[in-house]
C-alpha cells in the first residue's frame, strides 16, 4: 500500500512561534487531508488538499501533488494548538495515515 | 447537525470475551469506515461500508467483523479478545466516501 511519512515526529514551541509539518506519500493521489486529534481522540478535519494551498486562520496547508508532499503551517501558535496532526491520504475509499506530528505549545 | 457518535466512549473487558461497537453517522451519510488506532500502529483501517455493502476491508484477522443497518448505522465486532484489541476504535462517515469525511470521538477499548 502507499506510504505516508511524517516530520518531525515530535514538535515543542514556545506560544507565539510559527511550525511547518510535512507530509511525503508515495504514490499520487487525488485526495489528501490534515487532521488535528484532540486529547479527547477526536480527529478533526483541518483541510482537504489535493493540490495547491488553502488558508483557515492561522493555518494553512500547501500540497505539491507532483512532488508528492504536504506542508501544514501553523502560525502564532496558541497552547489549544497541542495535540496530534496527522496527514493522510485516500485510496479506495480508505484512509492511509502518517504517523503523526506531536505537538506541545508552553505557554 | 449532530456529529457522528460511537458508543460506548469507554470499555473494558477480559481477554477472550467479544465486543460490539457501535457508530451512528452523520444524518444522510451513507459511507461508514472504521479504524483502529494503537501506540505501535498508529492508525489503521478495518473497513469500510456503503449502502449495507462492506465495500473495503484492511489486514485484519476474522475476528474483526462489522455490519451496517438501512439507517447507515454500524457496528463492528471484535470476538476472543486479545490483550492487543486494545486500542481506540475510530468510525468515519461520509455521503459516499472519497472525501468530506467527519470522524466521531472513538470508543476505547481496554482489554485485561
Known amino acids: 500500500g502507499i506510504q505516508v511519512e511524517q516530520s518531525p515526529p515530535d514538535l515543542i514551541l514556545q506560544e507565539g512561534a510559527n511550525s511547518t509539518l510535512r507530509c511525503n506519500f508515495s504514490?499520487?493521489?487525488?485526495?489528501l487531508q490534515w487532521f488535528h486529534q484532540n486529547p479527547w481522540g477526536q480527529l478533526i478535519n483541518l483541510f482537504y488538499?489535493?493540490?495547491g494551498t488553502k488558508q483557515n486562520g492561522r493555518l494553512s496547508a500547501t500540497t505539491v501533488a507532483t512532488e508528492r508532499y504536504s506542508l501544514l503551517y501553523i502560525s502564532s501558535s496558541q497552547t489549544t494548538d497541542s495535540g496530534v496532526y496527522f496527514c493522510?491520504?485516500?485510496?479506495?475509499?480508505?484512509?492511509?495515515f502518517g504517523t503523526g506530528t506531536s505537538l506541545t505549545v508552553i505557554p | 447537525k449532530a456529529g457522528v457518535t460511537q458508543t460506548p466512549r469507554y470499555l473494558i473487558k477480559t481477554r477472550g470475551q467479544q465486543v460490539t461497537l457501535s457508530c451512528s453517522p452523520i444524518s444522510g451519510h451513507r459511507s461508514v469506515s472504521w479504524y483502529q488506532q494503537t501506540p505501535g500502529q498508529g492508525l489503521q483501517f478495518l473497513f469500510e461500508?456503503?449502502?449495507?455493502?462492506?465495500?473495503n476491508k484492511g489486514n485484519f484477522p476474522g475476528r474483526f467483523s462489522g455490519r451496517q443497518f438501512s439507517n447507515s448505522r454500524s457496528e463492528m465486532n471484535v470476538s476472543t479478545l486479545e490483550l492487543g484489541d486494545s486500542a481506540l476504535y475510530l468510525c468515519?462517515?461520509?455521503?459516499?466516501?472519497?472525501?468530506?469525511?467527519?470522524f466521531g470521538s472513538g470508543t476505547r477499548l481496554t482489554v485485561v
Open positions: 504514490d499520487s493521489v487525488n485526495n
Open positions: 461500508y456503503f449502502s449495507e455493502t462492506q465495500r
Open positions: 488538499i489535493p493540490s
Open positions: 468515519a462517515s461520509s455521503l459516499a466516501g472519497h472525501y468530506g469525511y467527519t
Open positions: 493522510a491520504v485516500v485510496l479506495g475509499n480508505q484512509f492511509y
